[in-house]
């Protein structure tokens, strides 16, 4: 800890430029990184939404239903069914057309058809869902947004791409960005790395101290970032709320694991926090690895 | 010992900086290299050194023949080696007791032995009042001794010195060399050099140079190209 202060006090103008490159670098994964969760928080709970409804003739009886319900459950493929029967579909109607007792009077449960509603674990699934209902008996009518599915399912592959080529580009960006701050640091050693190498210094010897004053930079940089967003977030916290008014929960899947984002909770942020030190760890180790390389070859 | 066994070296725009150079320098043995500019004798250093390889020959210090392609002890080789340069070389951004200390850090001492032995090698070159001193506060004459101290500390078995007295005026450069003599029959000594009559003085083995070959090799010798 000593050794790496010294070299910030000896060398602090190029410290604090690379300080200020891994601030900015981290403050904006940070950004990305939680819009980015945010977002695909809200697509998984969107792709829950679009459902297939099924209409029975109304002489299908309760059983063969059921059957149905039962076999698309074992499916795996099917998050939840809602079955509303005559009755239920009944009062629905009923309420619906509480003002207009004409349409009341005209209407009984017996011609009202059973019904289910089926919320497929992935929009993907839904067409074949629909293919396999139309295939059943007594059906009368199988209904499915079939356009509205299918944007969907272009939109989150073309925001999980885009994520991904965006993030690829801002790990390349910083560790290139952050090798030439480094490298500018370490061309000013570079009579100090050379005289190193021939009185028997190890690389790891001569590259130690770049990499810890790096790792150093980093968690400092990233402590910083988290602070000053979780500050930014919090300011914001009604705003938030009022945003995501109605959506109970929003969670992710994390190595199989679903990780609750919203509301926002402790556990989300120590594993954003944790995330964002070990990208700003490794990227400032590695920018470091690969600047002292060039003075190595001695 | 050191066995250069016609070692040949040839840059890749065609000037031959060694042409089939051999001689033996024995454990403790103290040699000048003398020779005008170019006859190749910061060369032949630089190879101890491993910083350039010969085209071809065969180079032998120690039990290591460096020229072996499977040669990959070079760390091992560098730990023996303590270099003098004409400019020193010392580190601006540390003062004197860290400069010595680097060449005792990176071999691993403890830093309870780093102390004494820093400590006994400064009284030796006789800066022990200087050791929190940073290089910009010294003369050329101290950067030199800063140099000395680093090469030898450290149970270095071979010293070599690249004009260690260039940059330096008469007086300074006879106190330099007073040091070198302290060290006489207890590390192998290697000083090119091109004052003569420091050479002369010494009565010590003279290897001259010219056009990259020895042309003399004198056991008690002076400086005579």
């Known amino acids: 800890m000593k050794e790496i202060w010294t070299s910030i006090r000896r060398t602090p103008y190029q410290s604090f430029s690379a300080f200020l490159i891994l601030f900015f670098t981290l403050f904006l994964t940070l950004i990305l990184f ?6 695909y928080g809200t697509l998984n709970y969107l792709e829950t939404k679009p459902q297939v409804t099924v209409y029975f003739q109304t002489k299908t009886l309760e059983n063969q239903i059921f059957k149905i319900r039962d076999d698309l459950m074992a499916s795996g493929k099917v998050l939840s069914l809602k079955y ?55 059906i009368d009518e199988v209904q499915y947004e ?7 399912l272009v939109l989150t592959n073309t925001i999980r791409i885009s994520a991904l080529i965006f993030f690829s580009y801002l790990i390349l960006m910083s560790i290139v960005v952050l090798t030439t701050m480094i490298l500018f640091k370490i061309a000013l050693k570079e009579s100090e790395i050379t005289l190193l190498k021939l009185i028997g210094a190890t690389n790891f010897y001569i590259r130690k101290p770049y990499i810890f004053e790096s790792l150093f930079l980093g968690i ?26 109605g959506i109970t929960v929003l969670s992710v899947n994390v190595f199989n694991y679903p990780l609750n984002i919203w509301p926002l909770n402790y556990v989300f942020f120590a594993i954003v926090f944790v995330s964002i030190t070990l990208f700003g760890m490794i990227i400032s180790s590695v920018a470091s690895y690969i600047a002292t390389n060039k003075y190595l070859k001695v | 010992m050191i066995v250069f066994d016609k070692v040949t070296k040839k840059f890749p725009l065609g000037n031959t900086a060694l042409n089939d150079v051999s001689f033996e320098i024995d454990d403790n043995q103290f040699v000048f290299l003398v020779g005008q500019s170019g006859a190749g004798k910061t060369t032949i250093l630089k190879m101890i050194t491993q910083e350039i390889s010969p085209t071809s020959g065969s ?25 003098i340069f004409q400019d020193f070389k010392v580190l601006s951004d540390k003062n004197v007791f860290e400069n010595i200390a680097v060449s005792l850090k990176v071999i691993g001492v403890d830093n ?15 800066l022990s009042k200087k050791e929190m001193v940073f290089p910009v506060q010294l003369s050329a004459g101290e950067l030199q001794r800063v140099a000395i101290a680093r090469a030898i500390i450290g149970d270095r078995d071979i010293i070599i010195a690249d004009e260690p007295t260039g940059n330096l005026d008469p007086k300074t450069s006879w106190d330099i060399m007073k040091i070198f003599k302290k060290l006489e029959g207890k590390k192998t000594i290697i000083i090119a050099t091109h004052n003569t009559d420091i050479v002369n003085s010494f009565q010590k083995r003279v290897l001259v140079l010219k056009d990259g070959k020895i042309i003399k090799d004198q056991r008690k010798g002076g400086y005579e190209l």
Do not use: H
Not at chain 1, 115 to 137: D, F, M, N, R, T
Not at chain 1, 146 to 152: G, N, P, S, T, Y
Not at chain 2, 66 to 73: C, G, L
């Open chain 1, 220 to 245: 400092t940089a990233s402590t910083i970032s988290f602070g000053i967003f979780s500050f930014i977030v919090v300011y914001f916290n009604s705003f938030l709320q009022s945003y995501f008014k």
């Open chain 1, 146 to 152: 079939k356009d509205i599915i299918d944007k969907l």
């Open chain 2, 112 to 126: 309870s032995d780093l102390k004494a032995k820093v400590k006994k090698t400064l009284e030796l070159v006789g």
């Open chain 1, 84 to 138: 509303i029967s005559k009755n239920e579909a009944f009062n629905i109607y009923k309420q619906l057309n509480k003002d207009n007792p004409l349409l009341l009077e005209m209407v009984s449960a017996d011609i009202l058809p059973p019904s289910l509603e089926v919320y497929a674990k992935k929009p993907i699934y839904l067409p074949e869902i629909a293919e396999y209902l139309k295939k059943q008996g007594d």
């Open chain 2, 59 to 83: 180079i032998i210090i120690d039990d290591f023949d460096i020229t072996d392609k499977n040669f990959s002890q070079k760390i091992e080789l560098r730990r023996k080696i303590g270099i």
């Open chain 1, 34 to 39: 939680v819009s980015l969760t945010f977002l």
